[in-house]
């Protein structure tokens, strides 16, 4: 099972059940969110479900580059350069 966020509701996979001991998923990484979290239920030969497994955090690799930089002012002077930069505001 997993979710985007440790609190909310964890999904499950299009999968009825896993037959093995191991597992091999792959994610989104086109998104903002940072980490993606696990958990392991079993299920038995008459459907009853043992209780989650820890939570397990995985993060993402952070493949979106930041903006560029827009100067907007510089002054040079003996002591050094300076720079004024345009602020962008959080939408």
């Known amino acids: 099972m997993y979710s985007n966020s440790k609190n909310a509701e964890f999904g499950g996979r299009s999968i009825d059940y896993l037959p093995f001991s191991h597992f091999v998923d792959?994610?989104?990484?086109?998104?903002?969110?940072?980490?993606?979290?696990?958990?392991?239920?079993?299920?038995?030969?008459?459907?009853?479900?043992?209780?989650?497994?820890?939570?397990?955090?995985?993060?993402r690799p952070d493949?979106?580059?930041p903006e560029a930089s827009i100067f907007t002012d510089y002054n040079v002077s003996e002591e050094g350069i300076s720079f004024k930069w345009l602020k962008k505001h959080k939408q």
């Open 26 to 59: 792959s994610i989104s990484l086109k998104t903002l969110i940072k980490n993606i979290y696990y958990c392991v239920i079993a299920i038995d030969y008459s459907y009853n479900q043992s209780e989650a497994s820890e939570i397990l955090e995985v993060k």
């Open 63 to 65: 493949i979106i580059p």
